[in-house]
């Protein structure tokens, strides 16, 4: 004891406490930062922070609020419900969230004084609301509900119902099987406490906005003949009354999404596709229509990249958004001529802006070394406002993150990210894991991701490969895979593993390789093609895409990018290929899914864990219960993590995984 008292003075004294990888347990230590909100008058920002609760193994959401000069924090909520969606009133005086908190049994809105006090009860709906907006003269709400039942008939039923399909398109992940039950708009008066209906039908209406004088509301519809065929979606305007009539704003006939009023009232910004047909690959583009009809202009024409949601300046004379581009995400303007302006720089992501006083935003950011964080950004400078992570990073010895390049063997250029474990040298040959990520149209950014800096801690490096079918390069460069999956993204991804032994970063005998989603997919069509790879962990993936045909979610996808099986029965089986060359795979190979996953449900796994046990290469697989797509439960995400760790240490034969790495000071 003695001993250990006098190396802790010792460690004391030269800078402080030593600091230690992180592991999978350290997945209850990690709080999520979400959809922070500006009051009226600027000088609070409310959030929602999830948190993580090993005894009840669940998360719980809070909502919290920052000063706007960070001084202060302070938690608003504690029920033992989640709260979610905090708004402020555009009057000031009350902050509003959604919550189906203590004897409620339905998603309700909530109201708190902003002079202190206990949240009270806004609306007593029968039915659960799953989106609200404040009018902007703070006398009316409008309300998002999906048809369903009541709690109250809930709760006298013996058993479910029957569920009875008739629709093209069934079933969605967590969604689960699909009814005609839509979501529609209604309009909730504060005053009088009533509830007027807006809209009605056979479709879904979604995102409303106001208008600046609050008599009008936009929001976004499919009202074609049969919407589940087709990927359009439409911008609406009715007056934000009862049996008013429906406006058709726009007339694209593929996605237009994501309405913002100008605060002048004469335009609506919003995102519009470029191709006229379902397109998983299609990059939108930030429109501007005036708010009384006419045709769009489109202001980012000049800039190939993804933008996201659109949010107006004060004055109305700029609407500002976030560009994807190239492994980062910032914040940028364009004015009504479509000039544009960057205002965030470096190797970091923003997301979620939000428009504060004086033409100053509020955005959520990441590094490579810290999840999220409130950010301000003013004029072209940015500012830290929470620091909810700190204690998370404290005793963290995290892994360095840089950028490189590789050439593909057709000569595309592709950009990566390269995890290198704390404390081991750069001229060290290491393991490598390629850890590949979803979509395919998303992108590994200088953004904090939790699974490669957890196997970097145990000495490995990660590479996490942007290969084509990923967003951030362009257009051209996530079209390039339409109806030729696993082709070109394997090029990408082995030349990406060949110029990491080439430059003698890590050895070629010690390659694991794995991913989630797609990143699954991927692991099996690479693992078919190159036998050099020694442990794979296959996550919710799929390699016989032609069983998937009506058992996942994506028919409209499949049709639209290969046709129907019974015309194209070549294109599904190329797809196909990995299954119908599993005698080629010789990695052991750890599958994983969640039990209620629509989006690529249990059999995918199951067809290529039965493969290999028939074959006897090794393999395990993992079901996650009552988990969709996305694991949520804390304990099963740490599971998974420590399933990777003792997969990849058991076959790529590392006799130093389990040895403690050097403690940096």
């Known amino acids: 004891m003695r001993y250990i008292f006098i190396c802790f003075l010792i460690l004391n004294a030269m800078g402080g406490i030593a600091q230690r990888g992180i592991n999978p347990s350290d997945v209850y230590k990690l709080k999520s930062i979400s959809d922070p909100q500006v009051s009226p008058e600027g000088k609070w920002v409310a959030f929602v922070l999830s948190t993580p609760d090993s005894a009840k193994d669940k998360s719980d959401a809070d909502i919290w609020m920052v000063s706007w000069d960070g001084k202060e924090t302070v938690k608003l909520t504690a029920s033992k419900e989640s709260e979610s969606r905090p708004r402020w009133s555009p009057d000031g005086k009350y902050l509003t969230f959604m919550s189906s908190r203590y004897e409620t049994k339905s998603s309700q809105i909530w109201k708190m004084d902003r002079r202190g006090g206990e949240a009270e009860k806004l609306t007593e709906l029968k039915y659960s609301i799953s989106d609200y907006v404040w009018s902007p003269d703070a006398k009316k709400i409008v ?55 807006l809209t009605k039908g056979d479709y ?124 980062r995400a910032h914040v940028v303007s364009f004015d009504l001529d479509g000039n544009m302006k960057k205002l965030t720089s470096g190797d970091r992501t923003f997301g979620a802006l939000q428009s504060a006083a004086n033409n100053n935003w509020v955005a959520l950011s990441s590094d490579a070394s810290t999840p999220n964080e409130i950010y301000t950004v003013e004029g072209e400078s940015t500012r830290r406002l929470t620091h909810i992570h700190d204690d998370f990073l404290k005793p963290l010895a995290l892994a360095s993150v840089e950028g490189f390049t590789s050439k593909s063997k057709d000569g595309t250029t592709v950009n990566s990210l ?3 474990p704390a404390n081991q040298p750069k001229d ?144 599904w089986m190329k797809v196909s290929y990995p299954f119908l060359n599993v005698e080629k795979i010789k990695a052991p190979t750890l599958y994983m899914v969640g039990e209620k996953d629509f989006n690529v449900p249990a059999a995918g796994s199951e067809q290529m864990y039965q493969a290999l046990k028939t074959l006897g290469v090794p393999t395990q697989f993992v079901v996650y219960p009552g988990q969709h797509h996305g694991i949520s439960v804390p304990s099963y995400q740490k599971d998974r993590l420590v399933r990777y760790l003792d997969w990849f240490s058991k076959y790529l034969k590392r006799d130093d995984l389990n040895e403690k790495l050097p403690l940096k000071k």
């Not at 399909?165 to 406490?193: C, P, T």
């Open 428 to 571: 060290k040959k290491l393991p490598l894991v390629l850890w590949i990520h979803g979509g395919p149209t998303a992108q590994d950014d200088f953004s904090f991701d939790l699974t490669p800096q957890i196997l970097a801690a145990k000495g490995y490096a990660v590479a996490c490969v942007n290969y084509r079918g990923s967003s951030g390069r362009g257009m051209a460069f996530s079209k390039a895979i339409f109806a030729d999956w696993g082709n070109k993204e394997v090029m990408d991804l082995i030349g990406a593993v060949d110029h990491l032994i080439n430059t003698g970063k890590v050895d070629a005998d010690k390659l694991g390789i794995g991913g989630w989603s797609y990143g699954g997919i991927l692991t099996d069509y690479v693992t078919a093609t190159d036998p050099r790879f020694k442990a794979a962990a296959s996550g919710a993936g799929s390699a016989l895409q032609l069983s998937l045909y009506g058992s996942d979610q994506y028919i409209a996808q499949y049709e639209n990018e290969l046709g129907v099986p019974w015309k194209n029965m070549d294109k």
């Open 418 to 420: 390269l995890f290198w």
């Open 143 to 197: 309300l998002v509900i999906q048809d369903q039942e009541s709690s109250d008939e809930a709760d006298k039923k013996k058993s479910t119902k029957p569920i009875m399909i008739d629709r093209y398109h069934f079933k969605s992940d967590a969604g689960g099987y699909l009814e005609r039950k839509r979501s529609h708009l209604y309009v909730f008066d504060l005053e009088k406490k009533k509830l007027d209906t």
């Open 204 to 327: 879904d209406e979604g995102n409303p906005v106001w208008s600046p004088d609050s008599k009008k509301i936009a929001f976004v519809s499919n009202r074609s003949a049969d919407p589940d065929r087709n990927g359009n979606t439409d911008i609406w305007v009715m007056e934000a009354t009862k049996n008013a009539s429906i406006k058709q704003l726009t007339t694209w006939q593929d996605s237009d999404t994501s309405p913002a009023w100008s605060p002048d009232g004469k335009y609506i910004a919003y995102l519009k596709s470029q191709t006229p047909g379902y397109d998983i690959y299609d990059q939108p583009q930030l429109a501007l229509i005036p708010a009384e009809g006419g045709a769009p202009k489109i202001l980012n024409g000049k800039l190939d990249r993804d933008v996201s949601a659109p949010r107006w300046s004060p004055d109305s004379k700029a609407v500002y958004t976030i560009v994807d581009d190239d492994r």
